[in-house]
């Protein structure tokens, strides 16, 4: 089982504490969140981000609004209610706050408090096994690659889908880390993810894990494609509707029609909690717009050690910032699961009882 080098986040008595995204790779620093505004706040504010976390943390927040603010129903449906509008695109957010509702709404008030605690911890800790699952099956297209040629295998990926996106291993990360443990040599190539920079949180796991990496811009992906010098491109995933189209960080539909013209197999890799059959394609998925202030500004470490903040644009400079795109389902040569690998269109044979 894999074990993550820094909990992404923990109950301590009745308080969530996480590991603040916003400061990595700079620092590394945890917050506690005591109150449903905080955690709200921290979901919308990608303190944690990448969709499993996204969906256990909402879980969580729950608890933590009916720890604060008795439990009746009014008190459940309005952490339901503010912790479904934070961000729009990971399913997962709505699969969890579901699985909460489905528990707490039957109990009488005084049950809910300690069924809410119980309930996210159980969203936790199935995440942290969905990922291991994910790891092995993913290992297997890794594997396969060096039956067929000695040398490392040179892996894609983008944004982080890695442990800081999950309870455990990651999704797309999660067969890397599952590589190594197997002995079998992994080079990954890591998009650096603008306008966030995701890419660098990924960087800064694999160094830590000692996996060798390059970290290129955004827009080299097409080249090293290209040139054949990738194997294979693994990404992780926001939602997947029905016809296995995929939503996933900006950026990744480019990266599909690049390693579909070079003829590079593009992977996704996702839990069940991902899936959304009540999408029936990729025109149904909503797509998330984050501000301007992302695409004009950005982060860095200043060189007395501070984390500052620089303009890239002049001020008022209109600038678009969709967080998410879609891969089309063709573009996209298999789905790894926690319950195997399938082809997109295939998905509702291996989750039949979702599919319904
Ligand atoms: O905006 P983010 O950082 O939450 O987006 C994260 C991604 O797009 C990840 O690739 C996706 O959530 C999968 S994480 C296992």
């Not at 709404?105 to 809410?116: D, N, Q, Y």
């Not at 909503?286 to 500052?308: F, H, Q, S, Y």
């Not at 910032?321 to 790894?336: E, K, M």
Request: hydrophobic share 50%; net charge neutral.
């Amino acid at each position: 089982m894999f074990v993550q080098p820094l909990p992404t986040l923990r109950r301590e008595a009745d308080t969530l504490v996480i590991l603040d995204q916003t400061l990595l790779p700079f620092r590394s620093a945890t917050v506690a969140l005591a109150t449903l505004d905080a955690a709200a706040d921290a979901i919308r504010h990608m303190q944690v981000r990448g969709a499993p976390l996204i969906g256990a943390t909402a879980a969580f927040g729950v608890a933590l609004a009916l720890a604060r603010g008795g439990a009746d129903d009014a008190v459940l449906e309005h952490a339901l209610a503010v912790l479904g509008a934070t961000r729009p695109t990971a399913v997962n957010l709505h699969w969890a706050l579901a699985r909460m509702a489905d528990v707490l709404r039957p109990l009488p008030a005084p049950a809910r408090r300690a069924a809410a605690w119980a309930e996210a911890e159980a969203i936790r800790t199935d995440d942290a096994a969905t990922c291991d699952a994910i790891g092995r099956h993913g290992l297997a297209l890794i594997a396969a690659i060096t039956a067929r040629r000695p040398g490392p295998v040179r892996l894609m990926t983008h944004c982080n889908a890695g442990w800081l996106a999950t309870c455990g291993a990651g999704t797309a990360l999660a067969p890397v880390y599952a590589a190594q443990a197997a002995g079998i040599a992994v080079e990954v190539v890591v998009s650096e993810t603008r306008p966030r920079n995701q890419g660098l949180l990924t960087a800064w796991e694999l160094r830590a894990a000692s996996v060798p990496h390059t970290l290129i811009a955004d827009n080299a992906a097409g080249l090293l494609l290209m040139r054949g010098e990738v194997d294979l491109v693994i990404t992780g995933a926001d939602r997947i509707a029905a016809n296995g189209d995929t939503a996933n960080k900006v950026g990744t539909y480019l990266k599909a029609l690049a390693a579909h013209a070079a003829g590079v197999p593009f992977y996704i890799a996702a839990p069940h909690s991902t899936l959304d059959f009540g999408c029936p394609d990729g025109r149904s998925i909503p797509i998330e717009d984050r501000g301007a202030d992302e695409v004009c500004r950005i982060r860095g470490l200043a060189d007395d050690a501070t984390i500052a903040e620089l303009s890239l644009a002049p001020p008022a400079t209109r600038a678009a910032n969709p967080a998410f795109d879609v891969t089309p389902a063709a573009l996209i040569a298999g789905i790894v699961t926690e319950r195997g690998i399938t082809a997109p269109g295939r998905l509702a044979a291996l989750y039949p009882e979702q599919a319904r």
